[in-house]
């Protein structure tokens, strides 16, 4: 059986305790790393392994090929009457990337970790946001699946061949993995390669994008975020 604190902490996110390895490995995977009152709070992803396009099969295969059409067809099927202010938020929210991804975002997880930042700040605790958005080359793009962050925060990306961009790897790898010895060692994550980072304050969530083109945003999917709420209540 894992410990109080730290069945109480992945409680606070929504996380049942199972045991102690189970536990761990839970709060590595969805709380990264905690210091004390400090934590380094990753929410799953923008982008869902449970609706990864690699799990959808060849219908999905070449998502960044579709027309904006094409994509708006798909994202009516899933999100019906909330499918065009979706993808309309989307491309507010994440410019660079292709209509069709607005399918693999993450239906759950990221409201609740949002909220979870927030409660966290306003009890006085230091906390960092982060999303992992890098998209893997393999079978023509594929998004960020769980724990995909991980090569780069080991500084071993060049290793996950499929995933490699040359030049764009070793950066990526370089600011991630400065970010965590710098969390580690001081209970904050700059001071590295990585762009100015922010703590979450108790009504706004700067959030560390790490992609192609790494930065910090502030509550730049807060208004993404309550419409897939919305969708989602029963």
């Not at 934590?39 to 396009?53: A, C, M, R, Y």
């Not at 909330?82 to 693999?104: N, R, T």
């Not at 990585?194 to 083109?213: K, Q």
């Amino acid at each position: 059986e894992s410990p109080e604190w730290l069945q109480n902490r992945l409680r606070t996110v929504g996380l049942r305790p199972i045991n102690n390895i189970v536990d761990v490995t839970n709060c590595a995977t969805r709380l990264r790393v905690t210091v004390k009152d400090d934590s380094l709070v990753k929410d799953v992803g923008t982008f869902s392994e449970h609706g990864g396009n690699m799990r959808r099969g060849a219908e999905h295969a070449r998502k960044n090929e579709w027309s904006e059409q094409e994509a708006l067809s798909h994202i009516k099927a899933q999100y019906g009457d909330f499918a065009e202010p979706i993808a309309a938020e989307f491309k507010k929210a994440y410019p660079d990337h292709v209509p069709a991804d607005a399918l693999y975002l993450d239906p759950r997880d990221r409201s609740i970790f949002r909220s979870f930042a927030k409660r966290w700040a306003a009890a006085g605790g230091k906390a960092w946001n982060y999303l992992f958005n890098f998209e893997s080359p393999l079978s023509g793009g594929v998004v960020a699946w769980h724990c995909s962050e991980l090569p780069f925060v080991f500084h071993n990306a060049e290793y996950l061949e499929p995933s490699y961009i040359p030049g764009v790897s070793e950066r990526l790898q370089d600011e991630m993995a400065g970010a965590w010895v710098s969390f580690a060692k001081t209970g904050d994550p700059n001071g590295g390669a990585v762009p100015s980072w922010e703590r979450v304050a108790p009504d706004a969530v700067t959030t560390m994008i790490f992609d192609r083109d790494t930065h910090a945003a502030c509550d730049h999917d807060k208004e993404l975020c309550r419409l897939i709420d919305r969708h989602n209540k029963p």
